[in-house]
Nanobody
Framework: QVQLVESGGGLVPAGGSLRLSCAAS????????MGWFRQAPGKEREFVAA????????DYADSVKGRFTISRDNAKNTVYLQMNSLKPEDTAVYYC?????????????????WGQGTQVTVSS
């Protein structure tokens, strides 16, 4: 079993930055692809970013490309999401997730483990 715990969310003005962390425990996630998703009130959970188990491949939703950066430190069993130039429409609960394969990275159904989420609120 893998437990994922997100942190780093909060309230930030538009144009600001936040860095989310996702710490894994229970077993190593160094051989898992990792993803970030978000869910705004009344909306479906949507893909934000993903990273392969080596960190050599990344993928981003068009809405965050150029503003968000996903990275990982396998020695620390931790994945990060650096969010810059935040917009009010980025407001959501952000979830990290672990997937045995990178190929299904954009699909919620492909992920095996999920964290509880961390709230990000961007004020206008």
């Amino acid at each position: 079993q893998v437990q994922l715990v997100e942190s780093g969310g909060g309230l930030v003005p538009a144009g600001g930055s936040l860095r989310l962390s996702c710490a894994a425990s229970g077993r190593t996630v160094s051989n898992y692809a990792m993803g970030w998703f978000r869910q705004a009130p009344g909306k479906e959970r949507e893909f934000v970013a993903a990273i392969s188990w080596t960190g050599g491949m990344t993928d981003y939703a068009d809405s965050v490309k150029g503003r968000f950066t996903i990275s990982r430190d396998n020695a620390k069993n931790t994945v990060y999401l650096q969010m810059n130039s935040l917009k009010p429409e980025d407001t959501a609960v952000y979830y990290c997730a672990a997937d045995r394969t990178y190929g299904s990275r954009r699909s919620r159904d492909g992920y095996d483990y999920w964290g509880q989420g961390t709230q990000v609120t961007v004020s206008s």
